[in-house]
């Protein structure tokens, strides 16, 4: 039973572009969502963050947004620059735990 | 900040032999690490939740004879792949929780032969 989902396995965006990356989850027991981004034989990097009291936090070029409704939550990246092309993994975050759900992950390519 | 260490970052090793992988948080203290492992093209699956000074806590489906985790300091989690056979073949990655969020190490690639 995957909680976390990561429907689009890839995705290339022109750089310069926007690239939308989508998550889905199923679990209402989740209250904090992160975005990490991942090379290969690499470890994960946090990139961003957003507890579920919120609908929108921004850093820079990164912005996630959260529906929780829908459980649903989105990384935009703008610009888009070469250097992001990697693999892109959500996470959720179990209320009263540290313990996360990863989600598939996107394979996010921006062409120069 | 919030660096994380893990050594060996690649291990060859034959089948039944044991294997130590370290994992450490160099610039910050962790009460709370994680052992995670990765298939090819496949998400993090998290194994276990290491706390220091206290027994690891194990998912479902993951044998704690056979991944054996030891957090003896505030810096230092290990995880020791027991009579390792060629199905333990992965990438396993640790983190550690510094303040609301998990910081990575760079992954330990296990070949087991």
């Known amino acids: 039973d995957q909680q976390v989902k990561q429907n689009s396995p890839s995705l290339s965006v022109q750089e310069g572009r926007i690239s939308i990356l989508n998550c889905d989850y199923t679990?209402?027991?989740?209250?904090?969502f992160l975005w990490y981004k991942k090379y290969p034989a690499e470890g994960p990097t946090f990139l961003i963050s957003?507890?579920?009291?919120?609908d929108k936090n921004e850093d820079g070029r990164f912005t996630v947004f959260l529906n929780k409704s829908a459980k649903h939550l989105s990384l935009h990246i703008v610009p888009s620059q070469p250097g992001d092309s990697a693999v892109y993994f959500c996470?959720?975050?179990?209320?009263?735990?540290?313990?996360?759900?990863f989600g598939t992950g996107t394979r996010l390519k921006v062409l120069a | 900040g919030a660096v994380v260490s893990q050594h060996p970052s690649r291990v060859i090793c034959k089948s039944g032999t044991s294997v130590k992988i370290e994992c450490r948080s160099l610039?910050?203290?962790?009460?709370?690490m994680f052992w995670y492992r990765q298939f090819p093209k496949q998400s993090l699956m998290l194994m276990a939740t290491?706390?220091?000074?206290?027994?690891?806590?194990?998912e479902q489906g993951v044998e704690k004879d056979k991944f054996l985790i030891n957090h003896a300091s505030l810096t230092l989690s290990t995880l020791t792949v027991t009579s390792a056979h060629p199905e333990d073949s992965s990438f396993y990655i640790c983190?550690?929780?510094?303040?609301?969020?998990?910081?990575f190490g760079p992954g330990t690639r296990l070949l087991v032969l």
């Open positions: 983190s550690a929780q510094y303040q609301e969020t998990q910081y």
């Open positions: 679990n209402s027991m989740f209250d904090y």
């Open positions: 957003i507890s579920s009291i919120k």
């Open positions: 996470a959720a975050q179990f209320s009263g735990t540290y313990k996360y759900i």
């Open positions: 610039d910050f203290q962790a009460t709370t």
């Open positions: 290491s706390n220091e000074g206290s027994k690891a806590t194990y």
